[in-house]
């Protein structure tokens, strides 16, 4: 089976293969001078002048800052390597999101709630444990966010927009930030869509733009939002291969001078890439699993890893340019190509290929399934004029054989919108209407980039594994109130389900998927954070349970 994981890694090279080549450049005199961001930080107003004097471009520069970010040729790095009054000089590298949208069946939902409990919420106890008293802020660092998306708390989101990036957070094109926020803290008991691991505030800090591109100054300026918002967990979706010691500065502050919990995921290649925030000890490493605790293929194993979280095939909020909407849930759709661009509402209705019309007598949008089709003499086109004549305002399209992915067609002879669903959403569909004849739903499609959907989307990978670890971490936030970044962390490693064969902490796992129950149960037999403390402060991987504890006051 094919598994495809939205993974983009643009990385560049570091400061010290940078300046290699940029020697070897001077000494071929060679007219290769890519244009390249860079990050410049001075002790005084000189700094600041030599920065403006070579920049092709200032990206950032306020007055209250020790730094410029810019963009320059290999010409001016090497310029300002050189300047004694440059404290430091480093690539702002590029980064991207690690994990995303993919398309994999899954079925979860508990139809006495009318409301999905995505699995991995079981997966790591959340529901056995509701939020606590306090109110805990979770700050993410992604894409944006739909802030319109029914299935939110709307009065518990806010954020910061970058002006000068043009970057609002109240937007998100990609919809990676919207599925991570689902994760973490989707509305729960409302009757619809899914429900996140508990009620948290959230501050959306953008780190990519409307391309999904981003840098790591992205990262680490929206970082420094989340601290100045006084935020208690940041979970950063997302990385490079490389760091700048800017930002491990950021990160290293954030941990250890205002107690803020990081998450990170681990990345998605595979294999035994180190990325970065990630593997930056002051920040918790996730990697991700399956429903059955299995790490997955992506998942990448380095001794800096720390934590599994649920990562395969998890059901978030999502965004989609096309929906089919019903009381309590929007299913992902794509318009068939060629069929006109309208919303309609109608009584939905399952339709054979070669059913005999009949006039329903009201508005109705007819469901076909692909594999019923059987017979090659039965047309898309003939199905679509039977269900015009029973009434259809519209028809829904899906391929019940289909493993994965939504059926693409074409019908340009349609008179009547035409979309077309994925397998296991279809399936969904007709189940419901087996048990409960009628429903109505309205098909809409935006046919407008600005403008999406909202809906429910499928997502894999480690980021979607660390958004489990960051919401857990708030939820014993949520009860412990007082616990420091360093207890916590200890918390979730020490109770974590371990997975490895050898049933130790190893790089393939870390601790394991983490158990906010015991964990929560383990913090409440400690009397809560007061009276203990952790004897070596954590450097990561599988150092986090160290020396264990000391107790005092006992
Ligand atoms: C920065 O300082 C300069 C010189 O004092 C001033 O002219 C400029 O308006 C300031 N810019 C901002 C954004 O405060
Ligand atoms: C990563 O794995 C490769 C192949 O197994 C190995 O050669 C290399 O030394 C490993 N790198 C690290 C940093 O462990
Ligand atoms: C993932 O692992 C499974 C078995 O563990 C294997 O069948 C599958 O081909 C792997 N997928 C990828 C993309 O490597
Ligand atoms: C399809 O139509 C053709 C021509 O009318 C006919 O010969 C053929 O038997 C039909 N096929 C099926 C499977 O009904
Ligand atoms: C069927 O749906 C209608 C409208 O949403 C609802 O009032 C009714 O209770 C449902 N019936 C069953 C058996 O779920
Ligand atoms: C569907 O909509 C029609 C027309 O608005 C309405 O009469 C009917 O009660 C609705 N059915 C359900 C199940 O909500
Ligand atoms: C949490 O982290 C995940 C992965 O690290 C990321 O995809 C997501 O955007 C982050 N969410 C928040 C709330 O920061």
Redesign the pocket.
């Known amino acids: 089976m094919a598994i495809s994981i939205f993974l983009v890694l643009l990385v560049v090279a570091d400061a010290s293969t940078l300046r290699g080549a940029i020697n070897a450049a001077r000494n071929k005199a060679t007219s290769l001078n890519p244009t390249r961001r860079y990050v410049a930080r001075y002790s005084n107003m000189m700094g600041r002048r030599s920065v403006r004097r070579c920049a092709k471009r200032i990206l950032m520069d306020a007055n209250n800052t020790d730094y410029t970010i810019f963009e320059g040729d290999r010409w001016c790095f090497s310029m300002l390597w050189n300047d004694a009054s440059i404290e430091d000089i480093e690539e702002d590298f590029a980064v991207s999101t690690l994990g995303g949208n993919e398309e994999l069946p899954s079925s979860e939902q508990d139809q006495s709630l009318k409301e999905y409990i995505p699995w991995g919420i079981k997966a790591i106890q959340a529901d056995l444990l509701s939020t606590g008293p306090h109110d805990v802020t979770v700050c993410l660092v992604d894409s944006g966010i739909a802030s319109g998306h029914p299935d939110f708390l709307f009065e518990r989101i806010s954020g910061t927009d970058r002006a000068e990036d043009g970057l609002r957070w109240d937007r998100d094109r990609g919809g990676h930030g919207t599925h991570i926020a689902g994760i973490i803290s989707a509305a729960s008991n409302n009757n619809m869509g899914v429900r996140g691991v508990g009620v948290f505030n959230l501050f959306v800090a953008r780190a990519l733009d409307d391309n999904n591109q981003g840098s790591e100054s992205f990262m680490w300026r929206a970082v420094e939002e989340c601290i100045e918002a006084g935020v208690d967990v940041i979970n950063l979706s997302l990385g490079g291969l490389s760091m700048t010691t800017k930002a491990a500065e950021v990160y290293s502050r954030a941990a250890n001078d205002y107690g803020i919990i990081l998450v990170a995921a681990a990345g998605n290649s595979g294999?035994?890439k180190?990325f970065y925030p990630a593997n930056y000890p002051p920040v918790i490493a996730v990697g991700a699993s399956d429903e059955r605790g299995e790490r997955i293929n992506s998942s990448v194993n380095?001794p800096q890893l720390e934590l599994q979280g649920p990562g395969y095939s998890v059901l978030s909020t999502g965004i989609a340019s096309s929906a089919l909407h019903t009381p309590d849930f929007s299913y992902p759709a794509k318009q068939v190509d060629g069929t006109p661009n309208e919303a309609v509402t109608g009584k939905l209705v399952y339709y054979t290929f070669d059913q005999p019309f009949e006039a329903q007598g009201e508005d109705i949008i007819c469901l076909f399934d692909t594999a019923d089709r059987g017979n090659e003499n039965l047309t898309y086109e003939g199905a679509l004029v039977h269900c015009s004549k029973g009434g259809g305002k519209g028809a829904v399209f899906f391929d019940s054989r289909r493993i994965s992915g939504i059926q693409v067609l074409e019908l340009p002879e349609s008179k009547i919108p035409v979309l077309s669903i994925r397998a296991d959403s279809g399936n969904d569909l007709r189940q419901r209407l087996e048990n409960n004849g009628s429903m109505n739903v309205t098909m809409s499609n935006t046919g407008n980039e600005d403008e999406l959907e909202f809906t429910y989307t499928w997502g894999t990978g480690s980021s979607v594994a660390a958004a489990h670890v960051a919401a857990g971490a708030a939820l014993l936030k949520s009860h412990f109130y007082s616990c420091t970044s360093h207890q916590i962390r200890y918390a979730l490693a020490y109770t974590a389900k371990r997975l490895s064969t050898s049933m130790q902490c190893d790089e393939y796992y870390g601790y394991g998927v983490i158990q906010v129950k015991d964990a929560y149960d383990w913090l409440l037999a400690q009397g809560g954070c007061d009276s203990w403390a952790i004897a070596t402060i954590s450097k990561g991987g599988c150092t986090t349970i160290g020396e264990g504890v000391i107790h005092f006051n006992r």
Do not use: L
């Open positions: 294999d035994n180190t380095t």
